[in-house]
């Protein structure tokens, strides 16, 4: 019964009573009408408001910084004001109970929270301050909170703004139980499978003003999924039409195939914004979600879905999408992942996501491996690894060792053996600096090619990279770039593009050296190879580009070698002195001593053949030994700044 409902009924029990008041009842009526209008004054002056616990919980001024353990330390004048006040009331509250033999609502139990509980709800309301360094240290506080209950963490996990759920899948710290499972996946239509609708998608998307390459892949994963499709409803196995996409893989299931190569395409078809809207728009992010798990112990197939998402972050408005269909929590976790490539993809799309402490925005093919969370340590300059023919942004830079030895040695175990020595050692030894490693696709032959009509050549690459490195920020700060093989001809391209243009004035400015390990500036043997056994290699466009006789190459080391002079840039090589085996077939000094001499800059040769000359054996090495110095040296003043 409520109050004023116990009040009404005592004033009418007074005003209705007709029978004369017999000894003592007239005592009993004065004395309810004392008891209503003193209930009627607790009223007035209490004001029992159901959202009086959310309202104190959120009250920011109560908000206590460290909780001790100590019951009997001083809290302070204000917080045992507080707490007196809550005993009051409860009391109060409590008499109000029996006189009316009705106890309140159960909230009200517990006004008297405790510190621990408080924190929650405060750091929530700090969390959707309109300052954004209140909210930036309310995530702080969240993610180094590891003494809550679990119901806490998923206070947090359901009450949270996205910034608030990316920030916390960007710190280091946080717990998983920050993070809800992703909502049910929408059920796949009658009679459809995975495949065919990864295909539907596909097709969905706009087939006009694509470049040669999207359009290849996308044709080639329509009309393979097709004869897949028709093959899996016919009871038969198909290879193909074209005899390509399942020669190099005849143990390999048709549709998981035939998923590769739409992923692929999807790939390519993400990197344009209007194509992303296409994929959210026709349920992509669910999808690919779907895919995702279905393919957990494919981590290739995984990686390419990442890229898609990644793609997609790029694209503001689409944010909320992402967030809403569970991709934070999943990159959340994959960001824990002890494998590099793995937690590497993940911390991109974060990155991606986190509009609060991020500005830059990477590109596909192009990773932050140091910091991947959000940090307090001030980053002070650039140090960019480009990898060259054959390459990748992370198996280019591993430990030297034998494949055996990458895969029994635990991946955790980072003093013994790292697949990414910038991450695991560089990362460490100078943890001042951002650590960007690049991807792109080559190869060295035309049969090996991922897109036949691709004919990139390296003035064409280096002004694609040169976009992708400046939307990531690079030139903003000094710069050291590293380089293998063909990565220092791109390089040096860049440079030498960024001094034409005003609008990337920064990134010569910002130079402070150059690492080349064995590039070939004055061509390669592998090109004389490869041109002599055309009808085995049937050379790239790549590998024509670095023959001795090549005028573009020699453009190209003159112009630089000039440039290099007059801005003053410090600079390393090193060359292999001993021969690499290209297959089982051939045995080839890549780089010679001779065209690994840049005219300017020490060179150091190293007994090792050309894979394996920016791979350290240990970290004690001289190979990396002497990495560090030169970065240490070059950027020494920026690092003291």
């Known amino acids: ?19 004369p008041p017999k000894s003592g009842t007239h005592w009993r009526d004065i004395s309810s009408l004392f008891l209503t209008y003193e209930v009627l004054a607790l009223k007035k002056a209490v004001t029992l408001d159901t959202q009086v616990v959310e309202r104190e919980k959120m009250k920011s001024y109560i908000y206590v910084h460290t909780v001790s353990l100590d019951k009997g330390e001083n809290h302070g004048i204000a917080w045992q004001a507080r707490k007196e006040l809550h005993k009051a009331v409860r009391k109060v509250l409590a008499t ?34 309109d300052d954004k360094t209140t909210r930036l240290e309310a995530v702080r506080e969240m993610s180094e909170t590891h003494h809550w209950h679990d119901y806490q963490y998923r206070i947090i996990a359901q009450a949270c703004d996205p910034k608030t759920l990316i920030g916390l899948a960007r710190s280091e710290e946080s717990d ?20 065919e609708e990864l295909r539907q998608l596909l097709a969905s998307l706009p087939q006009t003003e694509l ?15 097709s004869q897949s499709l028709a093959a899996q409803k016919g009871g038969l196995w198909c290879f193909g039409g074209n005899g390509l996409p399942y020669a190099e893989s005849f143990g390999e299931v048709p549709s998981a195939t035939v998923e590769m190569f739409c992923l692929e395409a999807i790939v390519k078809h993400s ?21 995702y798990r279905l393919h957990k112990d494919c981590p290739k197939v995984q990686r390419n879905i990442m890229r898609v998402i990644g793609n997609m972050a790029l694209n503001e408005h689409l944010h909320s999408s992402i967030v809403r269909s ?37 590109q596909d093919g192009v990773y932050v491996l140091h910091p991947q969370y959000r940090t307090s340590q001030p980053i002070k300059a650039d140090v960019l690894f480009i990898h060259g023919l054959m390459g990748a942004a992370f198996k280019t830079w591993r430990q030297q060792d034998s494949e055996q030895a990458v895969i029994e040695k635990p991946m955790e175990d980072e003093d013994r053996y790292t697949t990414c020595w910038p991450k695991t050692w560089l990362a460490k ?63 040096k391209k860049m440079l030498l593009e960024a001094s034409t243009k005003p609008e990337m004035s920064t990134v010569i400015n910002n130079t402070r050296g150059i690492i080349f390990y064995s590039v070939p500036h004055h061509g390669s043997r592998l090109a004389e190879y490869s041109v002599n056994i055309r009808y085995l290699l049937f050379p790239s466009l790549e590998v024509k580009e670095l023959s001795k006789d090549s005028p573009a190459l020699k453009t190209l080391q003159d112009d630089f070698l000039e440039f290099a002079k007059d801005k003053n840039f410090q600079v390393l090589n090193f060359v292999e002195t001993l021969p690499t085996y290209i297959g089982s077939m051939i045995k080839l000094h890549v780089v010679p001593v001779e065209s690994a001499d840049l005219g300017i800059g020490d060179l150091i040769p190293v007994d090792v053949n050309h894979l394996n000359i920016c791979k ?6 001289f190979l990396y030994q002497r990495t560090l110095q030169f970065i240490r040296e070059a950027l020494a003043k920026d690092l003291e700044n």
């Not at 990197?271 to 895919?291: F, M, P, V, W, Y």
């Not at 929590?329 to 490539?341: F, L, V």
Request: glycine fraction near 4%.
């Open 1 to 19: 019964m409520s109050l004023a409902a116990y009040c009404v009924i005592c004033c009418r029990r007074i005003g209705t009573s007709t029978s």
């Open 96 to 129: 109000s109970a029996k006189i009316l033999r009705n106890p309140f609502a159960d909230p009200f139990s517990t006004v008297d929270i405790e510190d621990h509980e408080c924190a929650v709800w405060l750091l929530l309301r700090k969390s959707k301050s």
């Open 176 to 195: 998983l139980r920050f993070f809800l499972l992703p909502p049910p996946l929408p059920s796949l239509k009658e009679d459809s499978s995975t495949e």
């Open 211 to 225: 470049d040669e390459c999207i359009q290849y892949f996308t044709s080639l994963a329509l009309s393979e999924s």
């Open 271 to 291: 990197e344009i914004s209007t194509h992303c809207d296409k994929i959210e728009a026709n349920g992509g992010l669910q999808l690919l979600q779907r895919l």
């Open 326 to 362: 569970g991709w934070v929590s999943i990159m959340a976790e994959a960001m824990k992942s002890p494998h590099i490539m793995e937690s590497s993809h993940a911390a991109r799309i974060l990155a991606n996501l986190d509009r609060e402490t991020v500005q830059e925005k990477y």
């Open 429 to 491: 030894d100078c943890p001042a600096l951002r650590i960007i490693s690049v991807e792109y696709d080559t190869s060295l032959s035309d049969w090996r090619a991922r897109c036949p009509m691709e004919r990139k050549s390296i003035a064409f690459r280096s002004n694609e990279l040169l976009r992708k490195l400046r939307a990531a920020g690079v030139g903003d700060r000094p710069v050291v770039w590293i380089s293998h093989s063909m990565g220092g001809l791109l390089v």
């Open 616 to 621: 350290p054996k240990k970290k004690d090495a």
